[in-house]
């Protein structure tokens, strides 16, 4: 069975402190994305990669950054963490740009910045 | 802009009820249409997608139809069950060859035994 794995379903972190989310998937796929999730907000694109060391902002990139040194591993970083950044962060990836296949999503990590 | 719009929930329903949850999209050009399904504390699944004009995507009882003349893909299912209860996405990817998917704010959905 195919997956996106997230390193940690739940983290507490302390104002100010660089936070590192993990993300690694076992399909090959070339892209892969982190959303974050806020209650009436949806799923909004925080970062994107399609290929290896190439990474693009998506909607909301301020804040963080993210580092794709391997085909399967995508990592979100919070440069310095705030409490606004306290959410449900989702990582996903997909194979193709046809659309065709949607995306395979991993289980969340829900932060909490206090 | 590309968008996706959702009703609101909640969505409260007893038991073997009909469910739908509408979905319209505004797009250029011919997107792909899915419909995403969370449970509580997991991450979202891929519930079923519609990749052309009145094509039917269907899955565990749910079902959707792409309508390009009303830009809709409205979900339905004709007997829920206690189980069904999860948040609902809509989601569109356009044909245009960028990576991202569009989703809309959700609808949750709550069945009651």
Redesign the interface.
Known sequence: DVK?T?SSRYLVKRTGEKVFLECVQDMDHE?M?WYRQDP????R?IY?S?DVKMK?K?DIPEGYSVSREKKERFSLILESASTNQTSMY?C?S?TD????Y???????TRLTVV | GNSVTQMEGPVTLSEEAFLTINCTYTATGYPSLFWYVQYPGEGLQLLLKATKADDKGSNKGFEATYRKETTSFHLEKGSVQVSDSAVYFCALKTASGTYKYIFGTGTRLKVLA
């Open positions: 996106v997230q892209n994305f009436g907000l949806g799923l694109l994107f399609y693009e998506g989702l996903a997909s740009t046809s659309g065709h949607g995306y395979t999503f991993g289980s969340g």
